[in-house]
């Protein structure tokens, strides 16, 4: 008995319309966690690469320790650091985000630190001129002058922990990756090919909505431009 030839999903098409409906809770909970999942792992990684990049400025024979570090985290393979990690945080979501937490570091603490020695040292001058402290001067002066390249960074380490994101889903925990791993498994093509393109959905959206509020807190540079 052949299938009806409106049945996209009997005939197991890329593009199927009865897919989405028919799924469309189970595509809701893939993305919400996958969004959950890139968020936390972001502002994780963003808490600990801001204190690293201050000292990295601050000190200059901690700079190079410091890069040096993030940087031979990032190149190892996304399997190898799961690997590394499952003892300590077990088959968990706290895996997947302690593994893109390490990954996303050595994109910010760069940005984040070439943002910070990109300010002129005449404009930290006239601060402390101005009976600007230490703190003050961080705050008020160099945080907010850096913010363009620490910008870049973010929107960066954002974009790569939605993409690794779907490694997740060798542990259970891996938003849409979980569905393009069981699609591939099953050679559900609707399925894998609707996970992937919400995958590049999230992406894009998430790297225009922090283009835009990077417009919104540096309007100094669109005055520039």
Not at 83 to 107: F, K, R
Request: hydrophobic fraction near 55%.
């Amino acid at each position: 008995m052949t299938a009806p030839p409106d049945d996209c999903l009997a005939r197991n098409e890329w593009i199927c319309g009865a897919y989405l409906s028919s799924r469309r809770d189970i595509l809701w909970d893939a993305a919400l966690q996958h969004l959950q999942l890139t968020a936390v792992s972001v502002l994780v990684a963003l808490v600990i690469a801001v204190p690293l990049a201050l000292v990295a400025r601050r000190l200059r024979w901690a700079a190079g320790p410091v890069l040096g570090v993030t940087t031979i985290l990032y190149t190892v393979p996304s399997l190898a650091m799961f690997s590394l990690l499952l003892p300590v945080y077990g088959l968990s979501a706290s895996l997947v985000v302690a593994g893109l937490v390490l990954y996303s570091l050595t994109l910010l603490v760069r940005n984040i630190l070439a943002g910070l020695r990109a300010v002129p040292e005449e404009t930290r001058q006239a601060a402390r001129g101005m009976g600007y402290g230490p703190v003050r001067l961080l705050v008020a002066v160099e945080l907010p002058l850096a913010l363009p390249a620490a910008m870049a960074g973010l929107r960066i380490a954002t974009v790569s922990a939605v993409s690794l994101v779907t490694i997740g889903a060798i542990v259970g925990y891996g938003g849409l990756g979980n569905l393009i791993y069981s699609g591939m498994n099953t050679y559900f093509r609707a399925q894998v090919l609707t996970a992937s393109v919400l995958c590049v959905v999230i992406a894009v959206a998430a790297d225009l909505l922090l283009l835009l509020a990077q417009r919104l807190l540096t309007p100094w540079t669109r005055r520039q431009s």
